[in-house]
């Protein structure tokens, strides 16, 4: 059977699939999704941990993830595991050009395990994570199904909106067209998960099968529209020619979908789906996913010779501290290109896209994953003090002439963005972080950014809509 005649008759099933979705969601519409996905008590029988690296610092430079092989070594108590890294692109033209679509806004990196001993398996994931530098922080059941939701671009969508409609050539997905492909040998992930303008989720699942492996890999790409999967598409095409055969899952968009929600169904053999893949071993100890080098980039680091991402949006608040105001400038405004909010506490409004308060108390206002928030705070009259902030996916930053005075922030801050210091500045930031670049002159252009235990040496090119913005 042609399948573009039996799409024509997808609408009714789609239907009946979100009627059955529902039963036994109880009125959740993050459970239909995930019912609609994935088969029923799927969310019984599988562990989802979000991941990061241990010594996760500002600067966010990408660090390797264990294979899924690791994890299903001989002795394991799991039947499968799976990864997903859900990254979302920059916005503005003028930005992605400037840092060459090196580094997206966000990243989103998480493990799902299954097996029939959760107890023992979480410590076993957990441990095997550690091992490799990456902390696992277990997401219960109403957080795993926030998780779906938020992938599955449901928490953008109108109440009306159907959870699946199928189609050909992509499917609907809450707010969002979507388009899944697989590949036909390993490719670094983070090729996979790095696209101009729309957002991208990779999944890949592993179970074992003998000696063998049977896999499941899936690259769902997102956007607003087909033009926009499109040009994405034909950027794929160009980048992916050394790293293996991508394949368009035609017909099958919304089956592929449930490998990039991160609740582990093993793969299993005979299949005849045509994303599920059987290798060996050595193979399958390839297929490892890069997490961080993701956020605002602020330049390029003249010492480790990439891009220099400030991970100012993450799970927890983030305190940074500038020492001029342009700088400052500059970081709001790519945080907007980054898809931020930015509200200014100044005496005067700053020039650009951004809220304004009157200076006094912080005013912290909590972000979420599809709206982070960045609150500046310009040469406050007195020193905040910002340890224990609420919330998630906020960032303060701290206009300040730095002297003794600072010290207490400084201990909060996570990092700090110094030009031209003086002597005793640059003894006050070396004693609070303990690290420093001494062996590196100061460059016109040339910026320091410092964090506890980590330091680098950045340059900054500005784009023209910022040389405007900045004057």
């Known amino acids: 059977?042609?399948?573009?005649?039996?799409?024509?008759?997808?609408?009714?099933?789609?239907?009946?699939?979100?009627?059955?979705?529902?039963?036994?969601?109880?009125?959740?519409?993050?459970?239909?999704?995930?019912n609609a996905l994935l088969p029923p008590g799927s969310l019984a029988h599988s562990l989802t941990f979000a991941v990061a690296p241990s010594a996760a610092a500002a600067l966010s430079w990408p660090a390797r993830l264990p294979p899924l092989a690791a994890l299903l070594a001989p002795g394991t108590p799991l039947t499968g595991a799976q990864v997903v890294v859900h990254t979302r692109p920059p916005a503005p033209d003028a930005y992605r050009e400037l840092i060459q679509h090196s580094s997206?806004?966000?990243?989103?990196?998480?493990?799902?395990?299954?097996?029939?001993?959760?107890?023992?398996?979480?410590?076993?994931?957990?441990?095997?994570?550690?091992?490799?530098?990456?902390?696992?922080?277990?997401?219960?059941?109403?957080?795993?199904?926030?998780?779906?939701?938020?992938?599955?671009?449901?928490?953008?969508?109108?109440?009306?909106?159907?959870?699946?409609?199928?189609?050909?050539?992509?499917?609907?997905?809450?707010?969002?067209?979507?388009?899944?492909?697989?590949?036909?040998?390993?490719?670094?992930?983070?090729?996979?998960?790095?696209?101009?303008?729309?957002?991208?989720?990779?999944?890949?699942?592993?179970?074992?099968?003998?000696?063998?492996?049977?896999?499941?890999?899936v690259l769902r790409l997102s956007g607003p529209d087909a033009k926009a999967l499109l040009s994405s598409e034909t950027w794929l095409a160009s980048g992916i020619r050394h790293a293996g055969r991508l394949q368009r899952l035609n017909g099958h968009h919304a089956s592929a979908a449930a490998v990039t929600v991160p609740v582990c169904v093993p793969p299993s053999l005979p299949s005849r789906q045509s994303w599920t893949h059987v290798e060996p071993a050595h193979v399958a100890g390839q297929a490892a996913a890069w997490t961080g080098g993701a956020g605002v980039v602020l330049g390029w680091d003249v010492v480790r010779q990439a891009h220099a991402p400030l991970r100012l949006f993450h799970e927890r608040p983030v305190v940074g501290v500038v020492t001029s105001a342009r700088l400052a400038h500059l970081i709001a405004a790519r945080s907007v290109s980054c898809g931020a909010a930015v509200t200014v506490q100044s005496a005067a409004p700053w020039h650009g896209p951004f809220g304004h308060a009157q200076p006094g108390p912080p005013a912290v206002a909590l972000g979420s994953p599809r709206l982070p928030h960045l609150l500046v705070l310009d040469r406050p009259a007195e020193v905040p003090r910002l340890a224990d902030l609420p919330g998630s996916h906020h960032a303060v930053l701290v206009v300040a002439d730095l002297g003794p005075e600072h010290v207490p922030l400084l201990d909060d801050a996570d990092f700090a963005v110094a030009g031209d210091l003086t002597a005793p500045q640059q003894a006050l930031l070396r004693g609070v972080f303990g690290t420093w670049l001494d062996d590196l002159p100061p460059v016109p252009g040339q910026v320091t950014v410092i964090g506890h235990g980590v330091a680098a040496r950045v340059g900054i090119t500005l784009t023209g809509p910022e040389h405007h913005l900045l004057g």
């Open 104 to 217: 997206p806004a966000h990243r989103w990196t998480y493990v799902a395990v299954s097996s029939a001993d959760p107890a023992q398996t979480a410590d076993w994931t957990t441990n095997v994570l550690a091992q490799h530098g990456f902390t696992a922080t277990r997401l219960d059941d109403d957080e795993v199904l926030d998780v779906v939701a938020f992938l599955g671009g449901l928490d953008g969508a109108a109440a009306s909106a159907k959870l699946i409609e199928r189609g050909f050539e992509a499917c609907t997905m809450g707010a969002d067209l979507h388009a899944c492909y697989t590949w036909s040998e390993a490719p670094m992930l983070e090729l996979l998960s790095r696209f101009p303008a729309v957002p991208a989720t990779v999944g890949v699942r592993l179970a074992r099968a003998g000696g063998e492996f049977v896999a499941e890999r």
């Open 1 to 34: 059977m042609d399948p573009r005649r039996f799409v024509k008759r997808l609408p009714v099933a789609d239907a009946l699939l979100d009627r059955k979705a529902y039963l036994g969601a109880r009125g959740d519409r993050r459970a239909a999704l995930l």
